[in-house]
């Protein structure tokens, strides 16, 4: 009987650790699958994340292009106003001659100090081929004018209407594109869509947890990325006015300031002219002075210039011209004569002005000697430009985007109907020093704690290559994508959490705990 029982004893242990091991190894397994699951869901976050930043870098790339070929619309713009200038320049030196320098010369072949009366009907009959010279250039002008002024007004027209449609294309066409793809996780859930099939439970993406994205990517002149200072847009009013500075910069640095502030190469240009069409006269002409071009903006009144015109885009030469020589055997000098010309393009609501000294441009009619001003400022190609104000914050990675991603599984509900594999209905209850929870995701209150959340973190970031110093900018297309950790900077770890409460408090409580705690690991 003893023998019996000791083997009876025996059989009795090996049960109970054959149930043992049964059971280490269902929790084996089951541990194993809830690891495996946990790491599919956050490789799925990444991929919704990294995808947010590389739709943002390729977007901020293309805006880059677009600005780019909108100052040089406005070079184009600029230069052929500057000539509109020059040329009226010349023009009016030819009149100033003929008008108030032949009176001079008059005057002085009257003197008989200067030119005795035997010698002055030769020193008249000289003066008079000498204006007949400048007659004869004045009606050539004339009849070649208004060609080349009324092709040159459409031309710049044209190269306005561009730059309206272009801002259009620039914001409508690629921001709208952007915002529709972080808006609500569209990118994220694409992601999951892709994923759903390969996966027992349902996954989610939470449109909710969209928010703190379009925050990051806002054209607000404030906490987003960008800035549309266009009247109307949320930045208009705000530090919109940097940006307006910022790209004026921009627009001076897009061609030099020698061209935009000055053009003294004109003068010597239009002396040589001047001295080709008086040539055999026996004197030599001379015209000095420079060239200006400034812009005015609607926002804040010019921001180059001494013109008080906001709003208006100014191009102007003021010089003056001389002549000195003999006529017959009698030197003339006349005294400077100021030359003045000016082309102003306002808004659409004030008249465009193109004035020189001898007159006013004969194609008044043709209503813009320049710009119609369908955009604010003239000429000035109002750009989505970056936030500069958050370009020089290091405790936010100096405004470049970070964009989460937050991808859920709902262990409740199984695309299948069936009920998880080794998954053990007796309930092992779990606490903690705020909340108290059982394996089965219920906790004492009853609530359910059936989803498990990941969050991934995306970085849009600027790098032109060998050159670190260089800023974040929409002016060159050095924007790329990558994953960083949520901790990058000091605000990031704030934005996760409010990010992943708007999906799942619960897990929100759980970081937010370990953020309390000073933890480290966060990857």
Known sequence: MKALRSRGQAMVVFALTLLLLTFMVLLTISFGMRVRERMELQTLADAAAYSNAV???????????????????????????????????????????????????QLQLSNIAICPLPAQPAARAKAAEWKAKLDAEDATIRGKWDGPDIAASSSV????????????????????????????????????????????????????????NMKEIAPDCKNGVACDPMPGSAGAGNSGDNSIMHQYEIYMGSRGDGFTTGRSGGAVMITNKLRQVLQGTQGVPLYTGRGASSRGDQFQGPVHGQQANPGAAHSDDDGSVSWAGVFGSCPVALIPINVRTHVRANLMANPDVHRWSGGTCPNQSDVSHSLIGDIAGGNWPIVIDYNTDQASNPQNVHGQPKLFAVIQRDYTSRNDGKPEPYQLNVPIKFASKTNRFDNRGINVAGQPMNKSTAVATGLAYYHRGGDWAEPPNFMNPFWRATLVVPDIDDASLEHVIEAVEEADSRAAEGLRALKDQNFKGWQ
């Open 55 to 105: 739709a943002s870098a390729r977007t901020f790339n293309v805006i880059a292009v677009m600005n780019r070929t909108e100052w040089s619309l406005l070079v184009a713009q600029s230069a052929t106003q500057a000539y509109i200038s020059w040329t009226s320049a010349y023009w009016g030196a030819i009149n100033q001659l003929k008008g108030p320098g032949y009176a001079q010369v």
């Open 157 to 212: 027209r044209g190269l306005n209407s561009a730059e309206a449609a272009m801002h259009g294309a620039d914001f409508k066409g690629n921001y709208d594109k952007l915002e529709a793809h972080i808006k609500n996780q569209a990118l994220a859930g694409k992601v999951v869509a892709l994923a759903q099939p390969l996966s027992p439970w349902t996954l989610e993406a939470p449109a909710s947890a969209a928010s703190r």
